[in-house]
């Protein structure tokens, strides 16, 4: 999306005000299940911005060395500012081991329909 120069002038701190959340304690374990493994990722993330949000969708991928072998969705509903959530996921697939987690926020800021408005 081109962006609107006037509008948005400092770009740069914008997206930083607006994208400012905080993940930590990423782990992965994998359990043996009948039909493969069942695949567990958990953390935390902190919104360190200003701004709620309705919706945070999140891609969260599974890496072993530079090979992506894993990929889910999840979306954090009513997303306050300041607050923290502890996620924990659990899929089936068939990977054993990873050796890092990435939680990447995938949020759309110049929609102002993700912000919760102040009453």
Do not use: C, H
Not at 30 to 58: C, H, M, Q, R
């Amino acid at each position: 999306e081109r962006l609107d120069t006037k509008k948005y002038p400092n770009w740069s701190e914008y997206f930083s005000s607006r994208s400012n959340f905080a993940i930590t304690e990423a782990k992965f374990t994998a359990e043996k299940a009948d039909s493969g493994y069942i695949n567990k990722v958990s953390f935390f993330i902190t919104n360190n911005s200003a701004y709620n949000y309705w919706e945070l969708p999140l891609s969260i991928v599974l890496f072993k060395g530079n090979t992506v072998v894993g990929v889910n969705r999840y979306i954090i509903s009513e997303f306050m500012s300041l607050s923290q959530k502890d996620i924990n996921l659990s899929w089936m697939n068939s990977v054993k081991s990873v050796d890092r987690v990435e939680v990447i926020p995938d949020l759309n800021i110049l929609d102002e329909d993700n912000y919760i408005r102040y009453k």
